[in-house]
T-cell receptor, first 114, second 114 residues
Protein backbone atom coordinates (compact mmCIF):
# COMPACT_ATOMS: atom_id res chain seq x y z
CA UNK A 1 0.00 0.00 0.00
CA UNK A 2 3.16 2.05 -0.41
CA UNK A 3 3.21 5.37 1.39
CA UNK A 4 -0.52 6.05 1.59
CA UNK A 5 -2.35 5.69 4.86
CA UNK A 6 -6.07 5.78 5.47
CA UNK A 7 -7.80 5.96 8.80
CA UNK A 8 -9.77 4.60 10.40
CA UNK A 9 -9.85 1.11 8.92
CA UNK A 10 -13.45 0.63 10.03
CA UNK A 11 -15.97 3.38 10.69
CA UNK A 12 -19.53 3.22 11.91
CA UNK A 13 -21.91 6.09 11.41
CA UNK A 14 -25.36 6.77 12.66
CA UNK A 15 -27.84 8.17 10.20
CA UNK A 16 -27.70 11.96 10.02
CA UNK A 17 -24.05 12.19 11.07
CA UNK A 18 -21.18 13.58 9.06
CA UNK A 19 -17.95 11.60 9.18
CA UNK A 20 -14.47 12.35 7.85
CA UNK A 21 -12.14 9.77 6.35
CA UNK A 22 -8.45 10.53 6.48
CA UNK A 23 -5.98 10.04 3.62
CA UNK A 24 -2.29 10.92 3.92
CA UNK A 25 0.58 10.24 1.53
CA UNK A 26 4.32 10.71 1.92
CA UNK A 27 5.16 10.04 -1.73
CA UNK A 28 5.29 13.70 -2.70
CA UNK A 29 2.57 13.04 -5.26
CA UNK A 30 0.68 15.94 -6.78
CA UNK A 31 -2.57 14.18 -7.64
CA UNK A 32 -4.94 12.47 -5.22
CA UNK A 33 -8.23 10.65 -5.73
CA UNK A 34 -11.14 9.20 -3.79
CA UNK A 35 -13.00 6.14 -5.03
CA UNK A 36 -15.95 4.26 -3.67
CA UNK A 37 -16.14 0.49 -4.04
CA UNK A 38 -19.38 -1.47 -3.87
CA UNK A 39 -19.67 -5.22 -4.47
CA UNK A 40 -20.01 -6.05 -8.14
CA UNK A 41 -19.68 -2.42 -9.25
CA UNK A 42 -15.97 -1.86 -9.37
CA UNK A 43 -14.63 1.51 -8.23
CA UNK A 44 -16.32 4.82 -8.87
CA UNK A 45 -14.64 8.23 -8.72
CA UNK A 46 -15.90 10.61 -6.03
CA UNK A 47 -13.43 13.53 -6.13
CA UNK A 48 -9.97 14.24 -7.40
CA UNK A 49 -7.33 16.87 -6.82
CA UNK A 50 -4.43 17.65 -9.10
CA UNK A 51 -2.86 20.34 -6.96
CA UNK A 52 -3.10 21.90 -3.51
CA UNK A 53 -6.18 24.06 -2.93
CA UNK A 54 -7.92 22.70 -6.01
CA UNK A 55 -10.25 19.74 -6.46
CA UNK A 56 -12.90 18.55 -8.88
CA UNK A 57 -16.04 16.44 -8.67
CA UNK A 58 -16.01 12.94 -10.03
CA UNK A 59 -18.93 10.79 -11.14
CA UNK A 60 -20.62 10.40 -7.74
CA UNK A 61 -19.73 13.54 -5.74
CA UNK A 62 -23.20 14.20 -4.34
CA UNK A 63 -23.25 13.89 -0.56
CA UNK A 64 -19.46 14.11 -0.26
CA UNK A 65 -16.98 16.94 0.28
CA UNK A 66 -13.19 17.19 0.27
CA UNK A 67 -10.38 19.61 0.99
CA UNK A 68 -6.77 19.81 -0.16
CA UNK A 69 -5.03 22.28 2.12
CA UNK A 70 -1.77 20.34 2.14
CA UNK A 71 -0.09 18.34 -0.58
CA UNK A 72 0.06 15.21 1.53
CA UNK A 73 -3.52 15.22 2.81
CA UNK A 74 -6.89 14.76 1.08
CA UNK A 75 -9.66 14.09 3.63
CA UNK A 76 -13.13 13.02 2.53
CA UNK A 77 -16.26 13.97 4.45
CA UNK A 78 -19.34 11.85 4.02
CA UNK A 79 -22.29 14.08 4.80
CA UNK A 80 -25.81 13.23 5.88
CA UNK A 81 -26.90 14.08 2.34
CA UNK A 82 -25.29 10.87 1.10
CA UNK A 83 -28.23 8.47 1.21
CA UNK A 84 -26.38 5.19 0.89
CA UNK A 85 -22.89 5.67 2.30
CA UNK A 86 -22.15 2.09 3.36
CA UNK A 87 -19.17 1.11 1.17
CA UNK A 88 -15.43 0.59 1.00
CA UNK A 89 -13.59 3.88 0.37
CA UNK A 90 -10.22 3.96 -1.32
CA UNK A 91 -7.82 6.86 -1.59
CA UNK A 92 -5.13 6.96 -4.27
CA UNK A 93 -2.34 9.22 -5.42
CA UNK A 94 -0.18 9.56 -8.51
CA UNK A 95 3.08 11.30 -9.21
CA UNK A 96 1.98 14.31 -11.19
CA UNK A 97 -0.95 15.81 -12.93
CA UNK A 98 -1.16 15.70 -16.67
CA UNK A 99 0.01 12.18 -17.37
CA UNK A 100 -1.00 8.56 -17.04
CA UNK A 101 1.12 7.54 -14.12
CA UNK A 102 0.05 4.54 -12.12
CA UNK A 103 -1.96 5.27 -9.01
CA UNK A 104 -0.94 4.06 -5.58
CA UNK A 105 -3.80 3.03 -3.32
CA UNK A 106 -4.26 3.16 0.42
CA UNK A 107 -5.61 0.18 2.39
CA UNK A 108 -9.15 1.56 2.46
CA UNK A 109 -11.78 2.52 5.01
CA UNK A 110 -14.92 0.45 5.40
CA UNK A 111 -17.84 2.67 6.36
CA UNK A 112 -21.02 1.19 7.75
CA UNK A 113 -24.18 3.11 8.53
CA UNK A 114 -26.02 1.81 11.57
CA UNK B 1 -17.18 7.85 -22.87
CA UNK B 2 -14.04 5.96 -21.96
CA UNK B 3 -14.92 2.60 -20.46
CA UNK B 4 -13.78 -0.96 -20.01
CA UNK B 5 -15.72 -4.17 -19.63
CA UNK B 6 -14.77 -7.36 -17.88
CA UNK B 7 -17.12 -10.03 -19.22
CA UNK B 8 -16.37 -12.67 -16.58
CA UNK B 9 -17.34 -12.30 -12.94
CA UNK B 10 -15.17 -15.27 -11.99
CA UNK B 11 -12.39 -17.30 -13.54
CA UNK B 12 -11.33 -20.68 -12.14
CA UNK B 13 -7.92 -22.13 -12.97
CA UNK B 14 -5.91 -25.06 -11.68
CA UNK B 15 -2.50 -24.27 -10.25
CA UNK B 16 0.20 -24.53 -12.89
CA UNK B 17 -2.16 -23.87 -15.78
CA UNK B 18 -2.11 -20.67 -17.81
CA UNK B 19 -4.64 -18.03 -16.87
CA UNK B 20 -6.40 -15.30 -18.82
CA UNK B 21 -8.58 -12.53 -17.42
CA UNK B 22 -10.44 -10.69 -20.14
CA UNK B 23 -10.92 -6.97 -20.66
CA UNK B 24 -12.34 -5.03 -23.59
CA UNK B 25 -12.27 -1.27 -23.95
CA UNK B 26 -14.27 1.47 -25.56
CA UNK B 27 -12.42 4.75 -25.99
CA UNK B 28 -12.17 7.64 -28.37
CA UNK B 29 -8.59 8.27 -29.31
CA UNK B 30 -5.62 6.41 -27.88
CA UNK B 31 -6.39 4.09 -24.97
CA UNK B 32 -4.42 4.19 -21.75
CA UNK B 33 -5.08 0.87 -20.02
CA UNK B 34 -4.19 -0.54 -16.63
CA UNK B 35 -4.52 -3.73 -14.61
CA UNK B 36 -4.75 -3.78 -10.83
CA UNK B 37 -5.14 -6.59 -8.30
CA UNK B 38 -6.97 -6.45 -4.97
CA UNK B 39 -6.61 -8.91 -2.12
CA UNK B 40 -9.45 -9.16 0.43
CA UNK B 41 -10.03 -5.98 2.44
CA UNK B 42 -6.98 -4.33 0.93
CA UNK B 43 -6.28 -1.50 -1.45
CA UNK B 44 -5.46 -2.05 -5.11
CA UNK B 45 -1.97 -2.91 -6.33
CA UNK B 46 -0.71 -1.86 -9.74
CA UNK B 47 0.24 -4.71 -12.08
CA UNK B 48 0.92 -3.11 -15.46
CA UNK B 49 -0.11 -0.44 -17.94
CA UNK B 50 -0.26 0.17 -21.66
CA UNK B 51 0.39 3.68 -22.89
CA UNK B 52 2.03 3.15 -26.26
CA UNK B 53 4.59 0.90 -27.89
CA UNK B 54 4.80 -2.88 -27.76
CA UNK B 55 1.49 -4.68 -27.67
CA UNK B 56 2.76 -7.15 -25.09
CA UNK B 57 3.23 -5.48 -21.74
CA UNK B 58 5.06 -7.22 -18.91
CA UNK B 59 4.20 -6.40 -15.33
CA UNK B 60 4.58 -7.46 -11.73
CA UNK B 61 4.42 -11.01 -10.34
CA UNK B 62 4.88 -12.64 -13.75
CA UNK B 63 1.75 -11.12 -15.28
CA UNK B 64 1.56 -9.74 -18.78
CA UNK B 65 -1.14 -8.25 -20.94
CA UNK B 66 -1.68 -8.14 -24.66
CA UNK B 67 -3.07 -5.02 -26.27
CA UNK B 68 -5.11 -5.83 -29.37
CA UNK B 69 -6.36 -2.79 -31.22
CA UNK B 70 -8.47 -4.64 -33.77
CA UNK B 71 -10.33 -6.54 -31.06
CA UNK B 72 -10.26 -3.61 -28.60
CA UNK B 73 -9.00 -5.96 -25.92
CA UNK B 74 -6.40 -5.89 -23.17
CA UNK B 75 -6.42 -9.36 -21.64
CA UNK B 76 -4.30 -10.18 -18.60
CA UNK B 77 -2.28 -13.39 -18.79
CA UNK B 78 0.11 -15.52 -16.81
CA UNK B 79 1.78 -18.69 -18.11
CA UNK B 80 1.52 -20.66 -14.86
CA UNK B 81 -0.99 -19.76 -12.15
CA UNK B 82 -0.25 -19.88 -8.43
CA UNK B 83 -2.74 -20.37 -5.61
CA UNK B 84 -1.53 -17.02 -4.27
CA UNK B 85 -2.76 -15.33 -7.47
CA UNK B 86 -6.32 -15.80 -6.23
CA UNK B 87 -7.70 -12.27 -5.90
CA UNK B 88 -9.94 -9.68 -7.54
CA UNK B 89 -8.57 -8.21 -10.77
CA UNK B 90 -9.57 -4.87 -12.22
CA UNK B 91 -9.01 -3.48 -15.69
CA UNK B 92 -9.10 0.31 -15.97
CA UNK B 93 -8.86 3.07 -18.56
CA UNK B 94 -7.33 6.49 -17.96
CA UNK B 95 -9.55 9.56 -18.16
CA UNK B 96 -7.77 12.63 -19.46
CA UNK B 97 -10.80 14.81 -18.74
CA UNK B 98 -10.94 13.82 -15.07
CA UNK B 99 -7.46 14.59 -13.86
CA UNK B 100 -6.17 11.30 -15.22
CA UNK B 101 -8.37 9.34 -12.83
CA UNK B 102 -9.24 5.79 -13.76
CA UNK B 103 -12.51 4.30 -14.94
CA UNK B 104 -12.59 0.74 -13.63
CA UNK B 105 -14.30 -2.39 -14.84
CA UNK B 106 -16.45 -4.31 -12.38
CA UNK B 107 -13.68 -6.73 -11.57
CA UNK B 108 -13.05 -10.43 -12.13
CA UNK B 109 -12.54 -12.80 -9.25
CA UNK B 110 -9.74 -15.28 -9.98
CA UNK B 111 -9.68 -18.55 -8.07
CA UNK B 112 -6.66 -20.79 -8.48
CA UNK B 113 -7.15 -24.26 -7.02
CA UNK B 114 -4.32 -26.57 -5.92
Amino acid sequence: DGGITQSPKYLFRKEGQNVTLSCEQNLNHDAMYWYRQDPGQGLRLIYYSQIVNDFQKGDIAEGYSVSREKKESFPLTVTSAQKNPTAFYLCASSLDRGSYNEQFFGPGTRLTVL
Amino acid sequence: AQSVAQPEDQVNVAEGNPLTVKCTYSVSGNPYLFWYVQYPNRGLQFLLKYITGDNLVKGSYGFEAEFNKSQTSFHLKKPSALVSDSALYFCAVGLSNSGYALNFGKGTSLLVTP
